[in-house]
């Protein structure tokens, strides 16, 4: 099956840094998103972006379908950003599947 | 209804007992989907449903799991004779349609068998 991997597996940083996560998938894929997992476990998302770049305030996300992989930016880092952020993808069927996701804890 | 609700919000179950858990999706949205989280990991698919058809079943661990919608709304996942291993915390997600648009989650289900 489609294998989701998610880089970095974890960050640290201090409020006020940008920072890149990046998304890359074995095959390609169709309706790309991400989540965000808040440390209380609610999961809300953050884009619908099976393609070309968007943007929601301090947080932007860019998918290049053709190359396989999806990044998300956030910039100037607020402690509240904290947690674990998931891209997520289907690829044949209607199943979404997770990637690893990437845990990140911002310091003030 | 505003957002996708499930209950109950915790449960504590002996093992061997039976459980069932609910997700009531957002109101027209005819995609539902189950996933599990144990501590710590990802997300793992469990089952999804387009209107009260389960394409596909091949995320349930084993035949003591089963889940059901009815009327395109209201799904169950039940879980038969309770394992350890079982405890995690259950998501349901719906979408307005199967392979498009955003999926929105619920706050979960969180299952500790003892």
């Known amino acids: ?108 | 209804g505003a957002g996708v609700s499930q209950s109950p919000s915790n449960k504590v179950t002996e093992k061997g007992k039976d459980v069932e858990l609910r997700c009531d999706p957002i109101s027209g949205h005819t995609a539902l989907y189950w996933y599990r989280q144990s501590l710590g990991q990802g997300l793992e698919f469990l089952i999804y449903f387009q209107g009260n058809s389960a394409p596909d079943k091949s995320g349930l661990p084993s035949d003591r799991f089963s889940a059901e919608r009815t009327g395109g709304s209201v799904s169950t996942l039940t879980i038969q004779r309770t394992q350890q291993e079982d405890s995690a915390v259950y998501l349901c997600a719906s979408s307005l349609g199967t392979g498009t648009g955003e999926l929105f989650f619920g706050e979960g289900s969180r299952l500790t068998v003892l």
């Open chain 1, 1 to 108: 099956g489609i294998q989701v991997e998610q880089s970095p597996p974890d960050l640290i940083l201090q409020e006020g840094a940008n920072s890149t996560l990046r998304c890359n998938f074995s095959d390609s894929v169709n309706n790309l998103q991400w989540f965000h997992q808040n440390p209380w476990g609610q999961l809300i998302n953050l884009f619908y972006i099976p393609s070309g770049t968007k943007q929601n305030g301090r947080l932007s996300a860019t998918t290049v379908a053709t190359e396989r992989y999806s990044l998300l930016y956030i910039s100037s880092s607020q402690t509240t950003d904290s947690g674990v952020y998931f891209c997520a993808g289907t690829y044949n069927t209607d199943k979404l599947i997770f990637g690893t996701g990437t845990r990140l804890q911002v310091f003030p």
